[in-house]
């Protein structure tokens, strides 16, 4: 018998049951025999599938896992440069035009005056 069962095996098993119940009988245990088999293949491939996928997503998760540090290390890094960078260009037009700084300052403090006393009405 090969490894996989056929419509068309199972009909003459059931027509030899007709015919000779004793013969059938072995052919259809045989059948039976047979199905288990290949579903016990296919439940052991599966299993090995879903194995192997859980395998490769957490070893993919362990890699990011392992990765985040030096992401967040990288981004911080980022971070700070950008705060140096605005930090330096306010100080140079600060110091560039010291008239537009304080006016930008006084009216900074009117806006932000204004808002807070708009909440508290």
């Known amino acids: 018998m090969s490894d996989t069962i056929e419509p068309k ?4 098993a059931i027509v030899d ?3 000779d119940p004793e ?3 072995g052919k259809l245990g045989k059948l039976r025999d047979d199905l288990k088999d290949q579903a016990d293949k296919a ?7 879903a194995t192997a996928a859980y ?23 980022r971070a700070q440069k950008a705060a140096e960078d605005g930090t330096a260009k306010v ?13 930008a300052g ?6 932000v005056g ?6 508290k009405n």
């Not at 439940?43 to 599938?49: E, F, G, N, P, T």
């Not at 100080?91 to 006016?103: I, M």
């Open 9 to 12: 095996d199972i009909i003459p």
């Open 17 to 19: 049951a007709v015919a």
């Open 23 to 25: 013969h059938a009988a």
């Open 43 to 49: 439940i052991h491939a599966a299993r090995d599938a």
């Open 55 to 77: 395998d490769k997503a957490a070893a993919k998760a362990r890699e990011l896992a392992d990765a985040a540090p030096e992401k967040a290390r990288e981004v911080k890094e």
């Open 91 to 103: 100080r140079q037009t600060v110091q560039d035009q010291p008239l537009a700084a304080l006016g």
């Open 106 to 111: 006084i009216a900074l403090g009117f806006v």
């Open 114 to 119: 204004w808002l807070i006393n708009s909440r």
